[in-house]
């Protein structure tokens, strides 16, 4: 596991959490998963729900491609915020990852990302994503 997830020193942001989403069939071979790439999470907090001291979290879906870019993003669990719902979906899609594997080969996978936006700080979350082959 790598250190915690930097902060911004200009803005404040989210902190991440990869958790799992539904596994592959068990006929099918497994997948080497994606892993995020450290650096700043460029998902910002909203300043006026910072202001507020306002948390949340926002559970996404992403759509992790076969060069580990983001291309998809949906919500699948609301903070009740949609500040917070909003930002994490417009910064999701700046996150990179490496790419998930199968037989060696890089696929686009699903994966479900847990953006926490809390004041307080957090131990390092990030987890290994289980994720879901796309085709």
Known sequence: MRGPLRWGSRRRVALLALIAAAGACAAEAEIEQPQPLYGEVPIEYPLHMWDQDMEGE????VRVSDVG???SVEVVESSGYAAFDSAAMAGAHDLSFTPARRDGKRIAVWAEVTVYFSKRPRPDSLGLPAATPTG
Not at 58 to 61: F, I, K, N, P, Q
């Open 58 to 61: 926002t559970l996404l879906r």
């Open 69 to 71: 870019a983001v291309d």
